[in-house]
């Protein structure tokens, strides 16, 4: 089955500019993940969509990014205006239902550079 | 809140030795935890999971654990080679699907 894709690998902005990141999920899987992972550090879960509805965005900074998955399938995570601090990797997943399996496929994210 | 930590943060072994990583959680309730490993300019790719009612999992080289009552997990890899080397991280997963994630253990397996 094909993986996970995401567009673009690499984004270089300067900051207070706006930058948009595209996710195409595994098909058949209902839930999809945006994860920021920055440097050294473990990837944290930005928003989690069930379908077409948001699940968990508790850590998301609403101020300034924005995310949405039209139709239950792709997704994109917006930033807006970007700050020094959002530099780091973005990761997208996808699972199925089921909350024992393991069910998990992650993309290879799109490094941002914000300078 | 879910925490989860892994110790240590970077590890560089001798081609040859066994490798031990080691990855605690703060809340028991859990539905699995996994193990994944991640290349650098690269995704994630799972390595073992292991469901809440299990005591290890085992894949070729690969041995996890898992004591939910303590909170503890440890990967072993036997017999370490350099294309071992990576960045390992842990994740347990809990109610509505979500994972939360160890910082990871950055491991050097120097020939």
């Known amino acids: 089955e094909a993986g996970v894709a995401q567009s673009p690998r690499y984004k270089i902005i300067e900051k207070r500019q706006s930058v948009a990141f595209w996710c195409n999920p595994i098909s058949g899987h209902a839930t999809l993940y945006w994860y920021q992972q920055i440097l050294g550090q473990g990837p944290k879960l930005l928003i989690q969509f069930q379908n077409n509805g948001v699940v968990d965005d508790s850590q998301l900074p609403k101020d300034r990014f924005s995310a949405e998955r039209l139709k239950g399938v792709d997704s994109t995570l917006k930033i807006q205006p970007a700050k020094l601090e959002d530099s780091a990797v973005y990761l997208c997943?996808?699972?199925?239902?089921?909350?024992?399996?393991?069910?998990?496929?992650f993309g290879s994210g799109t490094r941002l550079t914000v300078v | 809140k879910q925490e989860v930590t892994q110790i240590p943060a970077a590890l560089s072994v001798p081609e040859g030795e066994n490798l031990v990583l080691n990855c605690s959680f703060t809340d028991s309730a859990i539905y699995n935890l996994q193990w994944f490993r991640q290349d650098p300019g690269k995704g994630l790719t799972s390595l073992l999971l292991i469901q809440s009612s299990q005591r290890e999992q085992t894949s070729g080289r690969l041995n996890a654990s898992l004591d939910k009552s303590s909170g503890r997990s440890t990967l072993y890899i036997a017999a370490s080679q350099p294309g071992d080397s990576a960045t390992y991280l842990c994740a347990v997963k809990a109610a509505g699907n979500k994972l939360t994630f160890g910082g990871g253990t950055r491991v050097l397996v120097k020939p």
């Open positions: 997943a996808s699972s199925t239902l089921r909350s024992g399996g393991s069910g998990y496929t």
